[in-house]
């Protein structure tokens, strides 16, 4: 079981959670090629029983295109794991976009499930730098008591936009509290999550594969940090939900653990103008001025 600790004066929690101390670290690849990966297909066996399946076959058994089983090491006391395919070495940019749906479907269908006992959390961590333990691309979902406090942030106003289809909204908010990071809030308002329908997914996983792909040029380009490419993303748990996208291109040092203050080194003005292609455009022109 998982222990809350209020701090009184902040109004602030901590989960004590001693479980996680024996969570696995493979994430590196000289470990990964000595270990038998327990989210591919064929070592069903190896982790805690299924408890969800987009696919084929029977339970805990190959065949499945999404499997959602419980967590091994929980945060919470309910602490479920999404395996986002069969293929350990392609996550949301590189796959199909009728598997990105599958897995978007199956965060609608697990966060209905839980809805009613508490804030459902889902986030994923991609790369080790944003404290992935395992390779296989996977996300989470957590349920936290209503009583909790979260940190999470309300929905920030529509500043620096930098797409946008039929259903949502990209933008670079002025609060960005780390360089690059990407807000997708749906145009329709009032709603949690646990409402999308199957066209708003299909136009979510569009223009999320599109921009996860930009950030990934991006981060080519002018890497900030000598780390893979990495990046967290979380669905705000609450009415008017939105994905927010933290690209885990610095580190976050004694400054902001000893103050809560984040320090971003990207105007948010400037890396809506990159997304959008504008900053090269710019800078093409820049050079063709110096040749005169």
Known sequence: MSKYVPDIMSRRWVIIS??????????????RKSKTCPFCPGNEKMTPPEVFRFGLGEKDMPGWKVRVIPNKYPITDFHE???HSPNEDKDIQDL????????FKAFRERYNYYKNRGQVLIFCN??????????HPHSQLVVIPSQINLDALTREPLNNVVNGNKFFNVYCPDFSQWPYELWF???KEKNTYGEIIDEEINDLVLILQEMLKKLKKIF???PLIRMEFGYNFYIYPKENWYLRVIPRFIHRAGFELGTGLSVNIIDPTQAAM????????IVNVLHKLKKY
């Not at 024996?22 to 690849?29: K, N, V």
């Not at 199909?96 to 897995?103: C, R, T």
């Not at 944003?130 to 390779?135: D, E, F, T, V």
């Open 81 to 83: 794991v999404i395996i």
């Open 18 to 31: 001693s479980q996680r101390l024996s969570r696995p670290e493979d994430i590196h690849l000289k470990k």
């Open 126 to 135: 991609h790369g080790e730098h944003s404290g992935a333990s395992l390779h």
């Open 185 to 187: 809030a749906p145009k």
């Open 96 to 103: 199909s976009v009728a598997q990105v749906e599958l897995i």
């Open 274 to 281: 990159e997304f959008r292609g504008e900053e090269t455009k």
């Open 220 to 222: 080519d380009r002018n």
